[in-house]
């Protein structure tokens, strides 16, 4: 009776990607060095993989940038309909749509700062802008409702008070760091915090 040869170590070569690996490594070379300053050659040197083998997952550039910042807009107005779905006064349900919007930031920061890098050059882009916009109505719309019910200032425009709000949430992307030691529930408490304590009716 012979003895069976020695098993062969198993080969190891270079690790796959999935669709969502893959998007990750593109978005955050798009944060690095811009969407229309990187391309798929670039791509491919990062990733290690053929321009086929990127093909295989997706169909273009502008289909990794359609997928990414479609997915921060998503997230985004998920907490918009929960806002919708809820009863209550508008300015809580504004402050819950702020709160909720921080920790989408915080969870998808690469994709959201790639949402709010866009500038319209591309129909992607353009397509993006009009739905960031759509999100910026429906603020605008709860805080004329908070206005109107006597919890928030009147003598600012609700449009003015949307776009105060969303600079101070869209600014932590310059600074906040997901290793600092700051959760997303804390950050939204002081984001929360100082714009309504300035905007309330007291």
């Known amino acids: 009776m012979t003895s069976a040869p020695p098993a062969r170590p198993a080969r190891r070569g270079r690790p796959g990607y999935d669709l969502e690996s893959l ?3 593109a978005v955050k070379l798009f944060n690095e060095r811009g969407y229309d300053g990187t391309s798929m050659e670039d791509l491919s040197r990062k990733l290690g993989i053929t321009k086929s083998a990127i093909y295989h997952h997706v169909p273009s550039k502008q289909e990794l940038l359609r997928l990414a910042v479609n997915r921060a807009l998503d997230g985004l107005f998920a907490e918009a309909a929960k806002v919708d779905s809820a009863d209550g006064r508008a300015v809580d349900r504004l ?4 709160r909720g919007s921080v920790v989408v930031l915080v969870e998808r920061l690469p994709l959201v700062t790639l949402l709010l890098r866009v500038r319209g050059n591309t129909k992607v882009e353009r397509d993006a802008l009009a739905r960031r916009r759509e999100f910026d109505h429906i603020v605008s719309e709860l805080v004329g409702k908070a206005v109107a019910e006597g919890d928030l200032r009147s003598d600012v425009d609700p449009s003015t008070v949307a776009r105060l709000l969303f600079g101070m949430v869209n600014s932590l992307i310059e600074w906040y760091k997901p290793r600092g030691g700051v ?4 950050l939204a408490d002081a984001v929360a915090n100082v714009a309504f304590d300035g905007l309330r009716v007291r």
């Open 95 to 98: 402050e819950q749509l702020v």
């Open 183 to 186: 959760s997303a529930e804390t």
């Open 23 to 25: 998007l990750a490594v």
